[in-house]
């Protein structure tokens, strides 16, 4: 495995698991139906980390802020006009669009 690949995995995972854990009784994992703990956070942090870690940094910076802004508490993004779930909506079709378009093609 190329050791650039692996830095890269590994900021996105750190990302990801700070972003999931930060408001863990009322995140995005909470809000599906899942029970809150740390194994279904785990996964999901490893399970976006290995979806994203071959894209370039734009892409991964973009869900990034998503994830951050679909995981904070309701109030911090009304601030912003738009409920959590949209935020939540436009980072997993970014996420999911690649996997989709490879396979139509």
């Known amino acids: ?10 900021l996105v995972f750190s990302v ?14 909470a809000r599906i139906g899942v029970q809150e703990s740390y194994l279904c956070i785990l996964i999901v942090a490893i399970t976006c980390s290995a979806l994203l870690a071959k894209h370039n940094l734009y892409l991964i910076a973009t869900i990034t802020m998503f994830s951050l802004n679909a995981n904070m508490p309701a109030d911090f993004s009304l601030n912003f006009g738009f409920d959590r779930d949209y935020y939540a909506g436009i980072m997993l079709a970014m996420v999911l669009q690649p996997i989709v378009a490879r396979t139509f093609d």
């Open 1 to 10: 495995m190329d050791v650039q690949l692996l830095i890269r995995w590994g």
């Open 16 to 29: 990801f698991i700070t972003t999931f854990s930060m408001n863990i009784e009322d995140n995005l994992i």
